[in-house]
């Protein structure tokens, strides 16, 4: 049973093509005959007359371009943080006030001032270390008695702290503002 290639082949009848199984549509997949975006609601534009305002409840702006709403610190979680920011150190350096100020200074502007201040005097007890190590070394170590700056830079602390748990702000009184 060869064909012979020679031969013209017969045309097939038109009929109707054959049925296949019905597939339940996919949710949010458009319909045959329909756009990709008919039958889906509009998103509001903001200054459009008529639309929501962004921040109601309603018209809150939504999606991968919506831009990001951080949310307030309560009064409570401000004096908790700011005084982590100004004990945190005693563990951590300078560490503990970076991390604190990068976190929740678009949450709370208390923080950001007090992390800030925290994050300012432990760069300025840096420089206060490096002067006290050349002072050590040029003196053949009769010098280490000016680390006893060290104990101040902790009773600072420690009254940063306590007027930050009242939910007060403190000015360290010897500090070098790097960051503002």
């Known amino acids: 049973?060869?064909?012979?290639?020679?031969?013209?082949q017969s045309p097939q009848q038109p009929g109707p093509p054959p049925q296949q199984p019905e597939q339940p549509p996919v949710y949010g997949s458009p319909q045959p005959g329909q756009s990709p975006?008919?039958?889906?609601?509009?998103?509001p534009h903001p200054g459009q007359p008529g639309q929501p305002q962004p921040g109601t409840a309603y018209g809150a702006p939504y999606g991968p371009g919506a831009p990001y709403q951080p949310q307030p610190l309560?009064?409570?979680?401000?004096?908790?943080?700011?005084?982590?920011?100004q004990i945190g150190p005693v563990l951590l350096s300078f560490i503990a006030p970076l991390a604190i100020w990068l976190a929740f200074r678009e949450?709370?502007?208390f923080v950001e001032q007090e992390g800030k201040e925290a994050l300012n005097f432990q760069i300025t007890l840096i420089f206060v270390h490096i002067a006290?190590?050349?002072?050590?070394?040029?003196?053949?170590?009769?010098?280490t008695i000016v680390y006893v700056v060290?104990?101040?830079?902790?009773?600072?602390?420690?009254?940063?702290?306590?007027?930050?748990?009242?939910?007060a702000p403190y000015r360290y009184p010897v500090n070098i503002r790097l960051i503002k």
């Open 107 to 109: 949450r709370s502007r």
């Open 132 to 143: 006290c190590a050349i002072i050590s070394v040029v003196t053949f170590g009769l010098g």
């Open 74 to 85: 309560n009064p409570s979680d401000e004096r908790m943080w700011s005084v982590f920011a």
């Open 37 to 43: 975006y008919q039958g889906q609601p509009e998103r």
């Open 1 to 8: 049973m060869s064909e012979n290639p020679q031969q013209p």
């Open 150 to 167: 060290f104990i101040a830079a902790v009773v600072f602390m420690i009254l940063a702290a306590v007027e930050n748990s009242k939910g």
